[in-house]
Antibody, heavy 116, light 106 residues
Framework: QVQLQESGPRLVKPSETLSLTCAISGGSISPFYWSWVRQPPGKGLEWIGYIRYSGTTTYNPSLESRLTISVDTSKNHFSLRLSSVTAADTAVYYC??????????WGQGTLVTVSS | DIQMTQSPSSLSASVGDRVTITCRASRSISNYLNWYLQRPGEAPKLLIFAASALQSGVPSRFSGSGSGTEFSLTISSLQPEDFATYYCQQSYGTTVTFGQGTKVEV
């Protein structure tokens, strides 16, 4: 069973860049798709984007201009960078394994707060 | 973008009740529809994929149906651990969208 673990700063200042990494254990990063999903406090789920093990990305159009998702197959992890953050980016950020059959493995999630 | 609309937004039920949640897509998504359960403080859990296929390990009281634009999730006999929020999610095409969620409460 694949296990996922998010890591990164829990507090980010407005206008700065939010950076998170998802470590994959118990399985290989290939040949799958890997995704980020976020959930603002008390609200629903928002898909951020996904990356194929080969590096091909697909982003949520509403975030695309600020977003970079990358993969490091040698370290078996993938990463998220979201620039120019505001309070609206405060959320629990989840990493997950993705296919057309859904998100079948999730990390536990990490709350990132945007505040000065 | 494909919009997903769930109804109701919340419902009250009791243990043993039969519960049905509906999800509507803004255009046809064939059967590329998945359902999740999320308990407070936990990550979502995949219940149903491809509209009606039960994910491994999920109890058989959960079932899904539908195709095109109309889908439903049914819990045949609600259990205490089923009080949670449920989300539908479409995976048609390249982008992904979730419904707004349905909270099932006592």
């Amino acid at each position: 069973q694949v296990q996922l673990q998010e890591s990164g700063p829990r507090l980010v200042k407005p206008s700065e860049t939010l950076s998170l990494t998802c470590a994959i254990s118990g399985g290989s990063i290939s040949p799958f798709y890997w995704s980020w999903v976020r959930q603002p406090p008390g609200k629903g789920l928002e898909w951020i984007g996904y990356i194929r093990y080969s590096g091909t990305t697909t982003y949520n159009p509403s975030l695309e201009s600020r977003l970079t998702i990358s993969v490091d197959t040698s370290k078996n992890h993938f990463s998220l960078r979201l620039s120019s953050v505001t309070a609206a980016d405060t959320a629990v950020y989840y990493c997950a394994k993705y296919s057309n059959s859904g998100f079948d493995n999730w990390g536990q999630g990490t709350l990132v707060t945007v505040s000065s | 973008d494909i919009q997903m609309t769930q109804s109701p937004s919340s419902l009250s039920a009791s243990v043993g009740d039969r519960v049905t949640i509906t999800c509507r897509a803004s255009r046809s998504i064939s059967n590329y529809l998945n359902w999740y359960l999320q308990r407070p403080g936990e990550a979502p859990k995949l219940l149903i994929f491809a509209a009606s296929a039960l994910q491994s390990g999920v109890p058989s009281r959960f079932s899904g149906s539908g195709s095109g634009t109309e889908f439903s999730l049914t819990i045949s006999s609600l259990q205490p651990e089923d009080f949670a929020t449920y989300y539908c999610q479409q995976s048609y095409g390249t982008t992904v969208t979730f419904g707004q969620g349905t909270k099932v409460e006592v």
